[in-house]
């Protein structure tokens, strides 16, 4: 068997790792071919205004059940005490009943919830990459519509940036990420436009994976991924499992979280 391997771990930084949401959709994630007809275009955007539309009351739905259960849970951590102070209305029954008391109604708090949620963008995710967005883009269209904080991170070794080895000698035992990016593809940060408009990105972004069209560009209209931001790589998985401990702590001092998914 192998020996484990020990590493420090303490100057892992995620942030140089990351690609903020504003940077990630300056330009369109899809595009074009040349030879793609305006029909061809309209179909598509009728068809993702479909989609929003059923995914709406979907999560209207979840929203519903979400608030149903909180509400039940509210009442359970509901109590009636008695204030000490004696309530002037009742006083006229002191001689049958000792319950002259004004009372208040304690509901001890809940707790802060929070999500993030990492996409794999693996080039061995290409079949699966369309359904696994679609379910994607449900959970934060939830976790928006109850108001609840979340981020969204991509990950993949298809990286943009030519990141150099800045290890040193002083470095050794300390492990060293290399080939990471962390696109941050959704967050409770950004505006209603902002939102929508990633929302309607990342749904075409999944059409040009769907597996009815993968060996076969003409049967997609000439759609196609067309930002290198977006592109499919390699797994760092490990990685990214590093880099998730510097985002979770920041994430929950940042949204005073005590319960995070």
Do not use: C
Request: charged share 25%.
């Amino acid at each position: 068997s192998m020996n484990p391997y020990y590493a420090d771990i303490s100057n892992v930084d995620y942030r140089q790792w990351v690609i903020d949401y504003k940077t990630l959709y300056s330009d369109p994630v899809t595009g074009y071919a040349d030879w793609a007809t305006d029909y061809t275009k309209e179909k598509h955007l009728a068809e993702f205004a479909e989609w929003a539309k059923r995914q709406k009351t979907l999560v209207s739905s979840m929203a519903h059940t979400f608030f149903s259960k909180q509400k039940a849970h509210e009442m359970k951590r509901t109590r009636v005490a008695k204030t000490g102070e004696i309530n002037a209305n009742k006083l006229w029954s002191y001689n049958t009943s000792e319950d002259i008391f004004l009372q208040k109604t304690l509901v001890e708090s809940g707790k802060n919830h929070g999500f993030i949620f990492y996409l794999d963008m693996s080039q061995s995710m290409y079949e699966y990459m369309n359904d696994t967005v679609h379910q994607l883009l449900r959970m934060v269209m939830f976790a928006r519509k109850i108001n609840v904080p979340f981020e969204v991170f991509g990950f993949t070794s298809a990286t943009k940036y030519d990141r150099e080895n800045l290890a040193t000698k002083d470095d050794i035992g300390k492990y060293q990420v290399s080939d990471l990016e962390l696109r941050n593809i959704f967050s409770s940060r950004m505006t209603r436009q902002e939102f929508d408009h990633a929302i309607r990105e990342m749904y075409f972004f999944g059409k040009t994976f769907d597996n009815r069209n993968r060996y076969n560009r003409h049967n997609n209209g000439g759609l196609w991924l067309s930002h290198r931001n977006f592109s499919l790589g390699g797994t760092p998985l490990l990685g990214a499992l590093l880099a998730g401990i510097g985002i979770a702590q920041d994430f929950q001092r940042a949204n005073n979280g005590e319960i995070l998914n």
